[in-house]
């Protein structure tokens, strides 16, 4: 099993520039999830979805925008970067145990994006 | 208002030195509490989840515990491939069972 991946691994857009970052897992989770890191900051979720289909605003969603068309891949767009936006961007998957448990959370390994 | 507040912000041990990092919480439905190790460069990696206070787990030189409050991570006689970011987390029930981290524990251990 690949676990979670991303693409690209790393990426320098210019502000204005959109682009898209692709995640996808291959242990048939529900629930996937995209966070920011930024130095001093902590991991901060912007989006996530509970399943093909749904989608869901996190704690700083402006700016960003997902999709999840299908089960294993989760992603997330920039319409028009910002210098804001650069940060390490982390992927994750999680499953539930008889709909009230997560064991864990499962993290690809980034997307460094700079936005000029 | 921070919902995990993690304490040191940096740990340096000689090689051997046990000690405790924490992990102090405010959500009031928690779902579950979480430690990941994050290597430079990577992805957080899965140490434990913790699910209710008195809850204790472990994993080699590492143990975790929890209580109403805050949660501690034990590293018994560390060694210096146990260097790294000791990052935790908590779902929280009362707002949609998002995932909330702490800014983490950067830990060096010193052969």
């Known amino acids: 099993n690949a676990g979670v991946t991303q693409t690209p691994k790393f990426r320098v857009l210019k502000t204005g520039q959109s682009m898209t970052l692709l995640c996808a897992q291959d242990?048939?989770?529900?629930?996937m999830y995209w966070y920011r890191q930024d130095p001093g900051m902590g991991l901060r979720l912007i989006h996530y979805?509970?399943?093909?289909?749904?989608?869901a605003k996190g704690e700083v969603p402006d700016g960003y925008n997902v999709s999840r068309l299908k089960k294993q891949n989760f992603l997330l767009g920039l319409e028009s970067a910002a210098p804001s936006q650069t940060s390490v961007y982390f992927c994750?998957?999680?499953?539930?145990?008889?709909?009230?448990?997560?064991?864990?959370?499962?993290f690809g390994p980034g997307t460094r994006l700079t936005v000029l | 208002e921070d919902q995990v507040t993690q304490s040191p912000e940096a740990l340096r041990l000689q090689e051997g030195e046990s000690s405790s990092l924490n992990c102090s919480y405010t959500v009031s439905g928690l779902r579950g509490l979480f430690w990941y190790r994050q290597d430079p460069g990577k992805g957080p990696e899965f140490l434990f989840t913790l699910y209710s206070a008195g809850e204790e787990k472990e994993k080699e030189r590492l143990k975790a515990t929890l209580t109403k409050k805050e949660s501690f991570l034990h590293i018994t006689a560390p060694k210096p491939e146990d260097s790294a970011t000791y990052l935790c987390?908590?779902?929280?029930?009362?707002?949609?069972?998002?995932?909330?981290f702490g800014t983490g524990t950067s830990l060096t251990v010193i052969p």
């Open positions: 979805s509970v399943g093909e289909g749904t989608t």
């Open positions: 994750a998957s999680s499953y539930e145990l008889a709909g009230v448990r997560t064991p864990s959370q499962f």
């Open positions: 242990m048939n989770h529900e629930y």
């Open positions: 987390a908590v779902q929280d029930a009362m707002s949609g069972n998002q995932f909330y």
